[in-house]
């Protein structure tokens, strides 16, 4: 039995807004506009594939469309008037999101923030006690180390770059401590600090800020964090800074 002409074009139409609408809607946290538009050119792809396998299923698709931009002679006028409405809207259409686009936004601006706040006043002047310690350095830095890759790797990597298993899915990205912008440009007490705050220790005036990293003083004790910060320092090759 002969498929009606139009239908196949009807379900695709379905499909498609409906890809569209469980993508924009339907996952949370919302999906950024770019990701949006990959995965609806993929679907879309992906139509187009499948509505030319068959000659049959081609002309089904196809014909419709063809049909309603060239038209034909015996057509009533409220077609022609329908053809001539798609026209003008799709431009139309474009234009408006182009002018979105490029207008400039009337909000006003976010308060700046400070990208690095000083540290409360319990955590000023703290240094770490095992790096003075020589004859068990090396013992404490290994520990480190081996704290670092239970708990720490997957974000910011097995060679200390932010490059971790999870760093694509955050925004801020993990730190980058083999960038010599980094912690060789930070005290240890300041590292200690963040270390133990994580992103939700931070103080208001450095919001809003999307940092994932939890409050590691609720997971690791005072000695292990110091210690992740002895191997960093250690597998890195940077000084911490100092007052002097």
């Known amino acids: 039995m002969e498929k009606p002409k139009s239908r196949l074009l009807s379900v695709v139409g379905v499909v498609w807004v409906g890809v569209y609408l469980f993508i924009k809607f339907a996952i949370k946290p919302p999906l950024p506009s770019s990701l949006i538009f990959m995965y609806m050119s993929l679907v879309t792809v992906a139509i187009l594939l499948f509505v030319t396998v068959f000659e049959e299923d081609k002309e089904a698709f196809w014909g419709p469309i063809r049909d309603f931009i060239q038209g034909n002679e015996g057509e ?4 022609k008037v329908g053809r001539a409405a798609v026209f003008v809207l799709i431009p139309m259409l474009f234009g408006f ?4 686009r490029v207008t400039p936004s009337l909000e ?3 308060e700046q923030r400070v990208v690095h706040p000083a540290p409360p006043t319990e955590f000023v002047g703290l240094y770490n006690p095992f790096r003075e310690d020589e004859e068990h350095l090396k013992e404490n830095i290994k520990q480190g180390g081996e704290i670092f890759f239970k708990n720490c790797f997957v974000c910011h990597g097995d060679k200390l770059d932010g490059n971790g298993l999870f ?8 730190a980058n401590f083999a960038d010599a912008t980094t912690i060789s440009m930070l005290q240890e007490a300041f590292v200690f600090w963040r270390v133990s705050k994580g992103g939700i220790g931070l103080p208001e ?7 994932a990293m939890p409050r590691w003083e609720a997971m690791l004790s005072e000695e292990e964090r110091w210690k992740v910060i002895l ?3 250690d597998y890195t090759g940077y000084k911490p800074r100092t007052w002097d």
Request: aromatic letters at 20%; zero cysteines.
């Open 76 to 79: 009533n006028s409220g077609r």
């Open 97 to 100: 999101q182009t002018f979105k």
């Open 108 to 110: 006003p601006p976010f």
């Open 167 to 174: 760093a694509h899915g955050f925004n801020l990205r993990p």
């Open 205 to 211: 005036e450095s919001t809003p800020w999307s940092s």
């Open 231 to 233: 191997f960093l320092y």
